[in-house]
């Protein structure tokens, strides 16, 4: 394999969150959360995710929490929580839904939640990864460069 694991060039099916925080040594904890689906927790270098979490969901919130712990991110109580959270969402939709496969669903899903389903994600992972490629037709429609 000749990109890094968790890179954008294995978006998809081949993205695993669980595996790649099993290769770390960082343990995955499942307790009933109030108000959260998950959180990182760098004290005790673990990931804490709330019990009774679908595996689609499971997937998601790993991604997310993983993408915390490579932005070496310190907790969502600093003044920059919730650009972290953003940047989170948005680097763990890019690894979850490769570009080719966002655009063969959208082209057939007939909603948000057929897509979600199709890619294997949350409807939030997925509107995410929407948001994302929407900014770059913006910037496309917008460049001297493109096209």
Not at 25 to 39: H, S
Not at 64 to 83: F, K, S
Request: hydrophobic share 45%; proline share 3%.
């Amino acid at each position: 394999m000749s990109a890094a694991v968790g890179t954008v060039a294995e978006a998809g099916v081949q993205y695993d969150p669980a595996a790649e925080l099993d290769r770390m040594g960082i343990p995955v904890v499942r307790l009933w959360l109030r108000d959260t689906w998950g959180v990182w927790s760098p004290t005790r270098r673990a990931v804490v995710i709330a019990a009774g979490l679908s595996p689609v969901e499971e997937k998601c919130v790993l991604a997310h929490e993983l993408e915390h712990i490579h932005a070496g991110d310190t907790g969502c109580g600093n003044r920059d929580g919730l650009r972290a959270e953003r940047l989170a969402d948005l680097r763990a939709a890019r690894k979850l839904i490769a570009l080719s496969d966002f655009c063969r669903v959208r082209q057939w899903a007939s909603s948000e939640a057929e897509m979600a389903e199709e890619l294997g994600v949350t409807t939030w992972i997925l509107r995410t990864r929407g948001a994302d490629l929407e900014g770059g037709a913006r910037w496309l429609a917008t460049s001297r460069t493109a096209g």
